[in-house]
């Protein structure tokens, strides 16, 4: 709670300077509408106008929020203006490639750290894969996955996507987790007889918790900016990717702002559902903080 | 289907090879280089036997071989695309971005107010969907590399902040203490103590930004460019179905990625010699 003036503070700062740069960048639109007609504005005049233009340049913070509000309680769910229902679109997509992304990502994780030789092979490509701009493949995944002949939905090509992004944070993280039980501990199971299986379940996977959660924020993350790209190649109609593409199509900022913070609302979202899983899990498993 | 079969049985006879590297070597020497090189070969050949046994067409998954013969036939359609997405968008905006977030957390640095309030701005944002703001400056900066590097500024800014941040707060209370005792200036502090303290942490979020610049300047084109750069060849291949085109502009991508990555990663190694991961090696 130390944080919350602070915090309060920069964010306050920064609507601030929000509002003073669209007045700074929205004013050159009235000059010109003013002097198109001949007539002189006054600066209250030039304020006014620049916070509520058509089309801004830079909508003000009030803008953004009304076409939030109208995008979101303004809509029937159903209806193709309702962000709800392009963020539903986002979200199940990035929810099936998340599940999907982790879950092999624990099973390669395991066998990597059973496996000297899967060790020595898969991981050098695991860590370099993360240095490789893997989002530039999304529009080509999409657009083989879900042409002819394969025809996949949308969803299931999009969800290819978010569930290789969260794939490898995951791996990655699972097996500096499962090697985390320090070299005493693993003799202590040996002195029991446990099996290697006994092992895994019973120090192992417990062991690698905090770790994947640690993992599972960055891929849910990663996971939700992959299925809003994956939305962008033209053809896609549904999803808050195609709202942003459809927005600086037509020129329509206020629609492409209101986008934006319904996509930022869905990834911190997600990522607080996950901090509250892992508070919750790690407090129960004696691990908590 | 000989074709196939025949990349099954290399994989098998790499796996047995693999195996028995692994366990004789354990690991070091020759094997850390030979077992991840025979496995990339071996997903090759896979791929390759796959594509040609089951006559997949070109317009799905076309073969190394084929992709390979795209890279070295068009290289100077790649090497445009290069030099204006990476050279130009990406490099530029990483420069800007990374310097104009070092000097930031300089500059809060002495305030532990501003801090506090901004540590949790910057970590909030730094997992946000950044990359959705590319049409917005696309829109304010034109179709040229400007507004590329825009986006890569602001995607890589945030990563580097919450970073050097929490680096400049790195140092134990002794050494700072030490300092005083020298009566060091805070300028002298700074730059004797707690920036080289810091780069460990700097160096962290400065190879995180290696990816986010090439994704931002990848994906920024997908909202308009010029007719070169990678993310527009990558869209306007993909639309005439040259999906061997657009696997060698993968191909350079993973390669520049990797290659930048690595570059700041020897530039580490040179800074932070002294840091306990960079030892014994």
């Known amino acids: 709670m130390r944080a919350l003036v602070p915090v309060l503070t920069v964010v306050a700062a920064i609507v601030a300077l929000w509002y003073g740069g669209s007045v700074w960048l929205n004013s050159q639109w009235t000059h010109d509408q003013a002097a198109r007609v001949g007539v002189e504005v006054s600066l209250t005049g030039v304020v006014a106008d620049t916070m509520m233009q058509e089309r801004p340049v830079l909508p003000a913070p009030h803008q953004v929020a009304k076409g939030l509000w109208d995008g979101v309680m303004g809509q029937r769910i159903t209806s193709k203006r309702s962000l709800v229902w392009h963020g539903w679109i986002t979200l199940s997509a990035t929810m099936l490639g998340f599940a999907i992304g982790t879950a092999a990502g624990i099973a390669l994780a395991v066998g990597i750290v059973h496996s000297r030789a899967m060790d020595l092979s898969v991981m050098p490509w695991a860590i370099a894969s993360q240095t490789v701009p893997i989002l530039a493949i999304a529009p080509m995944v999409i657009v083989v996955l879900g042409g002819p002949p ?23 993280g699972m097996v500096k987790g499962l090697r985390s039980p320090d070299a005493m501990q693993l003799d202590l199971l040996r002195t029991y007889n446990a099996s290697a299986l006994d092992t895994l379940i019973k120090l192992r996977l417990p062991a690698a918790m905090p770790y994947l959660f640690a993992s599972l924020k960055v891929a849910v993350a990663a996971s939700v900016v992959g299925t809003i790209v994956a939305e962008l190649p033209s053809g896609a109609v549904a999803g808050l990717g195609a709202r942003l593409l459809q927005g600086s199509y037509y020129g329509q900022t206020v629609q492409i702002w209101a986008a934006l913070f319904m996509a ?26 | ?40 070969i071996t997903l090759l050949v896979l791929w390759e036997g796959t594509v040609r046994g089951f006559a997949v067409p070109g317009v799905i998954l076309p073969a190394p071989s084929a992709i390979w013969g795209t890279l070295t036939g068009s290289l100077p359609i790649l090497w445009g695309d290069f030099v204006q997405t990476i ?5 530029s905006g990483y420069v800007i971005g990374c310097a104009a977030a070092v000097l930031t957390a300089v500059a809060i640095d002495r305030s532990a107010f501003l801090q506090r309030g901004l540590l949790p701005v910057g970590n909030f944002v730094a997992a946000l969907p950044v990359v959705g703001i590319a049409p917005i400056l696309v829109m304010w900066f034109g179709f040229d590399w400007q507004s ?72 920024a084109e997908f909202f308009g460019s010029p007719t070169r750069g990678m993310g ?36 580490e190694r040179a800074v932070t010699f002294w840091h306990p991961s960079q030892r014994g090696r």
């Open chain 2, 148 to 219: 590329k590097a825009a986006v890569v500024v602001v995607m890589v800014f945030f990563p580097v902040l919450v970073n050097t941040v929490a680096g400049l707060a790195a140092t134990d209370r002794l050494s700072r203490d030490q300092m005083a005792t020298w009566g060091a200036s805070y300028g002298q502090a700074l730059f004797k103590l707690r920036l080289p303290a810091a780069m460990p942490f700097i160096f962290n979020g400065l190879k995180i930004a290696t990816t986010l610049a090439l994704i931002g300047a990848i994906v």
């Open chain 2, 1 to 40: 289907m000989s074709w196939f079969w025949g990349a099954i049985l290399f994989w098998l006879a790499a796996w047995a090879l693999n195996l028995r590297l692994a366990a004789r070597a354990g690991g070091r020497g020759a094997a850390r280089l030979a077992v991840p090189a025979l496995f990339g």
């Open chain 2, 87 to 91: 050279l130009k968008g990406a490099l």
């Open chain 1, 264 to 289: 930022a609302t869905l990834a911190a979202g997600l990522v607080a559902i996950i901090a509250l899983v892992e508070r919750l899990a790690l407090a129960r498993m004696g691990m908590g903080r």
């Open chain 1, 150 to 172: 394969m025809n996949l939905p949308p969803l299931i090509a999009k969800a290819v996507i978010a569930a290789y992004l969260t794939f490898f944070p995951v791996v990655v």
């Open chain 2, 232 to 267: 527009f060849r990558i869209s306007t291949a993909v639309g005439q179905l040259a999906l061997d085109l657009v696997w060698a502009e993968i191909a350079v991508a993973a390669l520049a990625g990797s290659a930048f990555y690595g570059l700041v990663a020897a530039v």
